[in-house]
């Protein structure tokens, strides 16, 4: 009877219809960007809510461990820049509180969860101090730095790279007293110790700021489109978003991931091809915020997301076949309006954060600051620290042809 059974499943199996590798056999589930659900996501909102210590923090960029944004029960480095430490009684906020230009937080197993995150702030002689600063032969009080986004880097030993912003008061009494002077690569070896002391720094060369032309804000956003980093549709290049001028263009290059050192490697997009020339980029969409993210939303969708105009309620997305678009028309995903009912408040640098986002989703951040900060921040000491939204997309199904 055995040989019967053999024979009988000898042929069966020839007459099973073969799958090639190239073709799938479950549904194709398909994200429709124009159909969607935006919520508060209060769980992620709260987890920033404190009353002692770190209390308040901006440019908050979430950088899995592994460099895998699909990364299941990954840890997470957040980076901020401005940050205030303090302590907060009631909802006054005590004498003795400081401010520094730049913390981190590191967060266990993507877990919303108080008891798994730890912020960390720098600290010399019991005085607290930014944990980056820039590295010169004539320190100046006046010069510090704002963090960008960055990624850990599976093709250069799993070190951690972090775009900074070199800012420079001015000093001049407007809304926004300060400019940039400095655009700068981090790296933070991978068995590096807080506070990072053993830290590189290397200036990007693509800027002339003495002149007074237009400059690129490179650290915008950052996209590691490659297989070491989990991505589906890999083309092997990591892609940094920059900033352009006073109208906020965006703007890409980009490079190998094992040659993100090699500034002399990177390519910029004209609107047409890659050029080695950073005078040639061209604009993949305006009014977008200093602070921005670029993700694969679905097979030959990627969303750009960001702050209308920097600061305005509007967090808006639009979605292009690549990562570097072409861009489809704005999309309203949401408006922060609640949460700017004074007129001295702004809502500012919306972006998504794939590594918290389930599929089909988008976990969205955006920031709240005031043009009166030190007038308001003593009565409400908790305004100044990051918001949570996650936008869910209407997922349609489509047979797959085989």
Excluded at 146 to 173: Q, R, S
Excluded at 268 to 281: A, H, L, N, P, R
Aim: aromatic share 14%; with cysteine.
């Amino acid at each position: 009877m055995k040989y019967y059974i053999l024979f009988f499943m000898a042929i069966m199996a020839s007459c099973t219809p073969k799958i090639s590798e190239k073709e799938e056999v479950a549904e194709q589930p398909e994200i429709n960007e124009n159909e969607f659900t935006a919520e508060p996501a209060p769980e992620w909102t709260n987890l920033f809510l404190r009353k002692s210590g770190w209390f308040g923090g901006d440019g908050i960029f979430a950088i899995p461990f592994s460099g895998k944004d699909s990364e299941k029960g990954d840890s997470l480095i957040f980076l901020f820049s401005d940050t205030m430490i303090g302590e907060i009684n009631g909802e006054k906020l005590k004498p003795g509180y400081v401010m520094i230009n730049n913390s981190i937080a590191v967060l266990k197993d993507k877990t919303p969860d108080s008891t798994h995150i730890k912020f960390k702030m720098a600290k010399e002689n019991e005085t607290y101090k930014a944990i980056f600063t820039p590295k010169t032969d004539k320190p100046n009080k006046d010069t510090y730095f704002w963090l960008g986004d960055g990624f850990v880097n599976p093709a250069a030993n799993k070190d951690l790279f972090v775009f900074a912003y070199k800012i420079t008061n001015t000093n001049d009494k407007s809304d926004f007293p300060f400019k940039e002077t400095g655009n700068t690569l981090i790296r933070i070896p991978a068995n590096s110790k807080f506070p990072y002391t053993d830290q590189k720094q290397m200036e990007l060369p693509f800027n002339n700021y003495k002149t007074g032309e237009e400059t690129i804000s490179f650290g915008a956003g950052v996209f590691n489109n490659s297989e070491s980093a989990g991505e589906v549709d890999a083309d092997g290049f990591v892609y940094v978003y920059g900033t352009k001028g006073v109208n906020k263009k965006l703007v890409s290059a980009r490079v190998k991931p094992d040659a993100i050192e090699s500034f002399g490697q990177w390519e910029f997009w004209d609107g047409k091809s890659w050029s080695k020339d950073v005078k040639s980029t061209a604009a993949l969409s305006d009014s977008v915020s200093n602070e921005m993210s670029v993700s694969r939303l679905a097979k030959g969708k990627y969303a750009l997301v960001y702050q209308l105009g920097g600061i305005f309620p509007d967090i808006c997305m639009q979605v292009g076949p690549s990562p570097v678009g072409p861009f489809g028309p704005r999309i309203t995903l949401y408006k922060t309006s609640a949460d700017i009912q004074d007129p001295d408040l702004f809502t500012y640098n919306a972006k998504a954060h794939p590594a918290l986002s389930e599929d089909g989703e988008l976990l969205i951040s955006y920031n709240v600051n005031s043009f009166k900060f030190f007038k308001i921040v003593e009565s409400k000491p908790n305004l100044y620290r990051p918001r949570f939204i996650r936008v869910k997309f209407k997922a349609q199904t489509k047979q797959a042809n085989h």
